[in-house]
Nanobody
Framework: QVQLVESGGGLVQAGGSLRISCVAS????????MGWFRQAPGKEREFVAAISWSGGTIYYADPVKGRFTISKDNIKNTVYLQMNSLKPEDTAVYYC?????????????????WGQGTQVTVSP
């Protein structure tokens, strides 16, 4: 069983940067593929970025390509999302998720474990 706890969200002005983190419990974290998703009010949860267990495969959603970077530290049991050049449309609750298959996946249904989310608000 994996438990995920996100942190690092907050309020930032457009054009600014923020790094959010997700710490996982469990001794097999290094075998998990990890993903970041976000959900804005009134909208469905959408894919942001994913990284495979080894870090060798990484995917980004088109709206964040070139601005966001996902990384994984298997020693610290932590996955990060560095967000640069933030826009008001990036405002959402950001969730990290873990997939025991180890793949980098862009589909919500492929993840078995979810964190509680962290709010990111970007002001104009």
């Amino acid at each position: 069983q994996v438990q995920l706890v996100e942190s690092g969200g907050g309020l930032v002005q457009a054009g600014g940067s923020l790094r959010i983190s997700c710490v996982a419990s469990g001794r097999t974290f290094n075998m998990y593929g990890m993903g970041w998703f976000r959900q804005a009010p009134g909208k469905e949860r959408e894919f942001v970025a994913a990284i495979s267990w080894s870090g060798g495969t990484i995917y980004y959603a088109d709206p964040v390509k070139g601005r966001f970077t996902i990384s994984k530290d298997n020693i610290k049991n932590t996955v990060y999302l560095q967000m640069n050049s933030l826009k008001p449309e990036d405002t959402a609750v950001y969730y990290c998720a873990a997939d025991s298959s180890g793949r980098a996946a862009a589909v919500v249904a492929l993840y078995q474990h979810w964190g509680q989310g962290t709010q990111v608000t970007v002001s104009p």
